[in-house]
Nanobody, 127 residues
Framework: QVQLVESGGGLVQAGGSLRLSCAAS????????MGWFRQAPGKEREFVAG????????SYTDSVKGRFTMSRDNAKNTVYLQMNSLTPEDTAVYSC????????????????????WGQGTQVTVSS
């Protein structure tokens, strides 16, 4: 099993920054694609960013390109999401997720492809 715990959320003003962390337990973390998703009130959960199991490839939804950066440190079993230039539209519960299968070659953007989820951390951006 893979267990994930997010941290780093909070309340920030528009234009500010936050760095989210996702700490994982489990021996197979380093061989799984990882993703960040978010869900705002009244909206469906959406893909934000993903990273390959080796860390060499990343993918971002258009609305966060140039502002968010995803990274991973397999030695620390941790995934990060650096969020800059935040806007109120970024307000949501952010969850990290691990691929349901080890060593797959793509960065997946659908919730179906991720089999392990954290509880989420709230990010609120005020205007």
């Amino acid at each position: 099993q893979v267990q994930l715990v997010e941290s780093g959320g909070g309340l920030v003003q528009a234009g500010g920054s936050l760095r989210l962390s996702c700490a994982a337990s489990g021996r197979t973390f380093s061989t799984r694609v990882m993703g960040w998703f978010r869900q705002a009130p009244g909206k469906e959960r959406e893909f934000v960013a993903g990273i390959s199991w080796g860390g060499g490839s990343t993918s971002y939804t258009d609305s966060v390109k140039g502002r968010f950066t995803m990274s991973r440190d397999n030695a620390k079993n941790t995934v990060y999401l650096q969020m800059n230039s935040l806007t109120p539209e970024d307000t949501a519960v952010y969850s990290c997720a691990a691929d349901r299968t080890q060593m797959r070659s793509k960065v997946y953007v659908t919730t179906y492809e991720y089999g392990y989820w954290g509880q989420g951390t709230q990010v609120t951006v005020s205007s």
